[in-house]
Nanobody, 119 residues
Framework: QVQLVESGGGSVQPGGSLSLSCAVS????????VGWYRQAPGNERELVAS???????KYAESVKDRFTISRDNTKNTVSLEMNGLKPEDTAVYYC?????????????WGQGTQVTVSS
């Protein structure tokens, strides 16, 4: 099976920084697209940042120039560096990956990690 585990969430003051990590483990052929989503209470889950298989990283306008997504293909990890955090960034952040297995390509989600930005 395939498992995604996020880490690095926590509480931070406005303007602070936080780094999230996601480790992909299990049995698979390759990891294609990866991304970070977030969901605040009462809101729909939204895409924060993503890296398609072999394309440039994309960001939501709300986090552009503040967040940086990266992946380490040798370690099967994806990270989200968050700078200049704002209260509106408060949400549960989920790691997402499109993973190719022998039977096909499937979308997997992590369990989520809470990010709270407050004074």
């Amino acid at each position: 099976q395939v498992q995604l585990v996020e880490s690095g969430g926590g509480s931070v003051q406005p303007g602070g920084s936080l780094s999230l990590s996601c480790a992909v483990s299990g049995s698979f052929v390759s990891i294609n697209a990866v991304g970070w989503y977030r969901q605040a209470p009462g809101n729909e889950r939204e895409l924060v940042a993503s890296i398609p298989s072999d394309r440039r990283a994309k960001y939501a306008e709300s986090v552009k120039d503040r967040f940086t997504i990266s992946r380490d293909n040798t370690k099967n990890t994806v990270s989200l560096e968050m700078n200049g955090l704002k209260p509106e960034d408060t949400a549960v952040y989920y790691c997402n990956a499109d993973v190719r297995r022998w039977s096909g390509t499937y979308t997997y989600w992590g369990q989520g990690t809470q990010v709270t930005v407050s004074s």
